[in-house]
């Protein structure tokens, strides 16, 4: 089974640079790259079973392929900012021009896909919508997980709750099921798949006896809660004004994905979507509520035949 590599890329910031963190696979010199960028609390691997799909369905065709799966800043092996201001969707947007300008330097980009879940879709959205920011190229492809222009308040309420209230664990199927007390909503999961996303969310507590029992706490740092609960109702509505605006310059084909039961992203918002900018093709998952997280064969198989298709003349 083929698995990533781990990559980093020093991004400036209000306080000098830090270190982003990021999953490469497949063909490091492809010049087809489909960039995956996770959710608020989320970490690159999220991605793993959609980027080895990919990677296969490349092969069979004949073709080569490079999916990054970034860290953002704050999260898995990526440093955790000393300014929490730092933790907001611009200074993001900025350290993914760093990491293209890395990824185009190693191996120059013929093609560019964007596949975002919430926070990673509101990322992407704010890029495809910019036509003059230095991208290497337009992106081609752009996949809207579960995020929109307009983001639910309760949602983000909801989300306000849990965010940054770690704790520790004795075990990875502890925190495993602690998490999926707050993320039932990505709907039905085996056991085995619900490990397989947890582990990568955890990492061992410092702890300078050597013999006492391992501990574990979440990967993320708790300050991105500071910036995401600052915010209000009347800032968030401006700020979603601004937001149909970029969507409304987005020249990508795009696949916007939906779970029926989302709190975040709502039917009115989705139908605008199909109607508005690019005019995105709405699929939905039945039994899903915030976020499709693309580990089932019928979201992957959605997922992968977008990408994969010959362009349409």
Known sequence: MIQPTLHFVNCPDATGSHRMAYWQWGDPASAHVVLCVHGLTRQGRDFDVLA??????????????????PDVVGRGQSDWLKDPAGYQIP??????????AKLQAEAPIGVLDWVGTSMGGLIGLLMCGQPDLPLPQRVRKLVLNDVGPTVEWSALQRIGTYLGKSGEFESVQ????????????FGPHTPA???????????????????????????YDPAIAEPFCAATETATEKGQALLWRLYDQISANTL??????????????????????????????KGVGHAPTMTSADQVAVVADFLMAADEK
């Open 52 to 69: 080895r799909a990919l990677c296969e369905r490349a092969s069979v065709a004949g073709s080569s392929l490079r999916v990054i799966c």
């Open 91 to 100: 200074a993001y947007a900025a350290d993914m021009l760093a990491l293209f």
């Open 174 to 185: 502890q925190a495993a099921d602690a998490m999926w007390a707050t993320s039932s909503s």
């Open 193 to 219: 798949q619900w490990l397989a996303l947890s582990t990568p969310m955890l990492r061992l507590v410092d702890n300078p006896d050597t013999t006492a029992p391992k501990r574990w706490k979440l990967h």
């Open 256 to 285: 916007l994905l939906r779970g029926v039961e989302s709190d975040l992203l709502s039917v009115d918002t989705a139908k605008a979507m199909t109607e508005s900018g690019p005019r995105a093709r709405l699929v939905e998952f």
